[in-house]
């Protein structure tokens, strides 16, 4: 008996860390899968590594298609041969939801269980049909995607984000000193697009005092890590976990997804800053239906981070909105009540212990 999980990016990863690290406690059967170093360090056995997923945009998955379908394929065949008693798939729609589909219609019938779902509350509705039709539970992170499931005959199960079962027991500090994070992103093509942004940025900060400090996501592949390192040699560079530098800055200036959310449990002020190919960008606006591309912002239905996307996205605009609020008490004082209320919704901790209990025993708790 075996246990396969997989996920494609480096928050993903995180996530599988943690799940393996509760089943080590309860199981001593094999867990294997598609993993990066957090899921290894935590004694699971990648098949396959997160690279082999590391994609950003429409476009880049349209051009990896044939690449992606081999690796699909390959992993289904090895699903059905192998026969693990739980299969857990973590984010990567376009990738996962075919995987899952192809098993169930090969005659899988183990359960399937869903981390980090994908966001049918904001787009491609239609996936929730596939999710009721082939998961056997879901495990959403925000309490609004548990709603929407369950309103939709979805199985799901919440209780707390995850990353509550790591928010440290003196809880958030307040910002301070004059480190500003940049983070250029886990994927390959979020670094490529948003780094020479966030490397004129950090001219300007530097000269106006600050100790602007990179962050090397530790997910991305090794070339584009050492590019990086070469590209930044002439600044502080930060490679251990982006919530962590970001604790220790005044605020934070980077790209959307994860970040952002980490950014808020940090009580930390960040701009958004979103650059993708113009096609990518136009499917993403003909589908999406909501106002705001960072989770703090969707929870708040207000902007309490700012987002600088397409041609909003340049060095100027994001001096604009960090002096706004580096200056102004008042706007500081008001975006960190919204990051506050914010906090609130996230639920309490105990989620991926939960999760755990519930991926052994096959489903609900």
């Known amino acids: 008996m075996s246990i396969y999980i997989s996920c494609g990016e480096p928050s993903g990863d995180h996530y599988a860390g943690s799940i393996i690290r509760y089943l080590r406690k309860q199981t001593d059967e094999p867990i294997m899968g598609m993993l990066g170093p957090r899921g290894v360090a935590e004694q699971g056995e990648a098949l396959w590594t997160i690279d082999q997923l590391s994609l950003m945009g429409s476009t880049d998955i349209l051009a990896a298609i044939p690449r992606l379908l081999r690796l699909k ?8 041969k192998e026969q693990p008693r739980r299969v857990i798939v973590i984010d990567s729609p376009d990738f996962h939801l075919p995987l899952i589909r192809s098993l169930r219609k090969k005659g899988f019938e183990n359960p399937i269980f869903y981390v980090a779902p994908p966001t049918v509350w904001a787009w491609r509705k239609k996936r929730v049909r596939t999710l009721r039709r082939y998961c056997t539970l879901l495990l959403p992170l925000l309490r609004f995607e548990h709603l929407y499931l369950t309103e939709h005959d979805v199985p799901s199960l919440w209780i707390g984000h995850p990353f509550l079962d790591e928010t440290s027991s003196s809880g958030v500090t307040e910002p301070s000193g004059r480190i500003i994070a940049l983070l250029p992103g886990s994927r390959t093509g979020e670094v490529k697009r948003l780094l020479p942004i966030l490397v004129e940025s950090a001219r300007q900060f530097q000269s106006m005092g600050y100790e602007p400090v990179f962050s090397i996501a530790p997910g991305l592949s090794s070339s584009i890590r050492e590019k990086m390192k070469r590209d930044l040699r002439k600044w502080t560079l930060f490679e251990g976990r982006g919530k962590e530098l970001m604790e220790r800055s005044r605020m934070v200036v980077g790209a959307s997804g994860t970040a952002s959310l980490e950014a808020m449990m940090a009580n930390r002020f960040m701009i958004v ?8 960008w ?27 996307l397409q041609k909003e996205a340049s060095s100027s605009r994001v001096m604009e909105e960090a002096i706004l609020y580096l200056d102004d008490p008042e706007v500081e004082k008001q975006k960190h009540e919204a990051l506050m ?6 639920g309490v901790p105990g989620a991926t212990e939960l999760w755990t209990q519930a991926i052994l025993k096959g489903g609900l708790p």
């Not at 800053?273 to 990518?280: F, P, R, T």
């Not at 499917?283 to 708040?300: C, D, E, H, Q, R």
Request: glycine share 4%.
């Open 73 to 80: 394929n390959t992993m289904v065949k090895f699903i059905l």
């Open 282 to 308: 136009r499917i993403y606006k003909n589908f999406v239906k909501t106002p705001w591309v960072s989770l703090p912002n969707i929870m708040a239905h207000e902007t309490v981070y700012p987002e600088l």
């Open 273 to 280: 800053v979103y650059k993708g190919s113009w096609l990518s």
């Open 341 to 346: 209320r914010g906090r609130k919704d996230l």
